[in-house]
Each structure stands twice: as C-alpha cells, then as structure tokens.
C-alpha cells in the first residue's frame, strides 16, 4: 500500500516579482514500511519537500495523494486534521513545550483528537516506553539531555499511529553518539513497528540508516539510490 503519491508535484515561491521554483516536476511513491533519507545541498529544496509531504505547505501544481486522500482539494481545517491523524512531525531542535513534562508534551497530539483522560495518557506512556523513556516521564524538557528530548520529541510523533514519521534533520542539534542512537530507534521502529520514516539530512552516514535515498538538486529529484545501489536518473 503506498502512504505517499506525488504526481509532477512542483512548489514556486513568489516574492514581489521574483519567482523561485523550489520544487520542480516531482514524482514520488512511498508505500508503507519504508524508511527514506533526503539528501541534497543547501536550498535544493528537501525542508519545501518535506513540508508537502507532510501538508505544512502545500504545492502549487500536481498531485499528491497521502493514504488515498487527495491533499490539494482539502482546505486549512481538513489539512490540520489529516496532519494530525496522518504525521509524526520530528524536528532538529525538538519542538518540546518546556514548561510541561515529557508525558504531557507527548500527550498534545492525542488532545487535539479528542482523546481523554486515561486512555490518553496510557497512549503516552506506551509511546515513551518504545523510545526507552519512561522513566523519565515526569521530567521536563530542561531535566534531559538532547538526546532523551529528541526521544520524547519521537514519542510525540509516534503516540498517535500515524501512517508516516518526517523528520526534518533529527540529528542536526546532536552529537555523533547521540545521532547514530537515535537513528538506531529509527531502525528499531521501522523493523519492528513497520513504521514508515522520511527524514532529511545532509550527512551521508545518517542517510545511510535509510534504505532509499533520494536526492535533490535544485528543486529536483536527481537520483535514489537504493541501498547505496544506483537505480538511475529519475
Ligand atoms: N517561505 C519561503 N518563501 C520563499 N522562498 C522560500 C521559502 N522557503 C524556502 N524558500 C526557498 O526555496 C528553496 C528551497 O528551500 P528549502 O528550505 O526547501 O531548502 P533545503 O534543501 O531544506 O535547505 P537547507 O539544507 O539549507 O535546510 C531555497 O532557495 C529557499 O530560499
Ligand atoms: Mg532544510
């Protein structure tokens, strides 16, 4: 089942005159369980990707099916509750609320579901359980190390179920230990959840825990290698 289909999906940013085509003609297919690194210089476009695939942003042509459900027709209301029911949003400087504990910043997604009470919190915890976390569920995000706030951080895109993790450099604010364990629970969720993963970043060795790699050049899909594997120019 494929959780993602881009069709010549392209994104031009307009400021005053000037025009800027951040994405060019993408075409992509991501099916359920994949775990996919984004790589590409500086401003080649892969955050603009990302923020598509995860319904931040939206295209300016093409056409983009997330679960079957055809992202362009939706307007802002349906693009928040389908993000809400269908991403896990990971980001390089974790994005934690630091005034509430671990629990409770897992716990906002399943909130604005309309999930209660017990239910809810039984969810949060199972989802810093699978990030290794729980006994620091009462921590706040200033009582743990960067490395234990991009756990929490996971756990927050996890608690939901949604049908894919973004994350956006994951490891940009770690050091190198740090990063290849978080990448390590990556794999870890991808084997053994099926989740499916797409993160972006600009070191090879972290792409590398990824098993296709796709690369941009200015806007465009340049290659994807699988498994270090040239398929050959899209
Ligand atoms: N909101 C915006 N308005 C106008 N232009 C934008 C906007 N966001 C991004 N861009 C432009 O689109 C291009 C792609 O930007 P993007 O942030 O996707 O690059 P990136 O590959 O993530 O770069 P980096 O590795 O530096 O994070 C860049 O040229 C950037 O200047
Ligand atoms: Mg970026």
């Known amino acids: 089942m494929s959780v993602i289909v881009m069709k010549d999906i392209s994104k031009e940013y307009r400021i005053g005159q000037i025009r800027l085509n951040a994405l060019k003609n993408i075409n992509l297919e991501i099916i359920n369980g994949e775990f996919i ?78 999930i209660r009470g017990k239910i809810r919190r039984e969810m949060s915890e199972q989802a810093l359980e699978k990030v290794g976390l729980k006994e620091r569920m009462k921590h706040l995000p200033s009582q743990l190390s960067g490395g234990q706030q991009q756990r929490v951080a996971i756990a927050r895109a996890l608690v939901g179920n949604p049908s894919v993790i973004l994350a956006d450099e994951p490891t940009g604010a770690l050091d190198s230990t740090t990063g290849n364990n978080i990448m390590d629970l990556f794999t870890q969720l991808n084997e053994d959840l099926n989740m499916t993963i797409v993160q972006v970043t600009h070191e090879e060795s972290i792409a590398a825990y990824g098993k296709r790699i796709i690369r941009l050049i200015d806007g465009e899909i340049n290659k994807i290698d699988f498994n270090g594997v040239l398929e050959g120019k899209k």
Do not use: H, W
């Open 37 to 114: 690194s984004i790589m590409g210089p500086s401003g080649s476009g892969k955050s603009t990707l990302l923020n598509v695939i995860g319904c931040l942003d939206k295209s300016s042509s093409g056409t983009y099916f997330l679960d079957g459900n055809s992202v362009e027709t939706m307007n802002d209301n349906q693009l928040s509750e389908i993000r809400n029911r269908f991403i896990g949003f990971v980001f390089q400087s974790f994005n934690l609320l630091g005034e509430l504990n671990a629990l409770r910043n897992v716990e906002i997604p399943l909130i604005y579901r309309g």
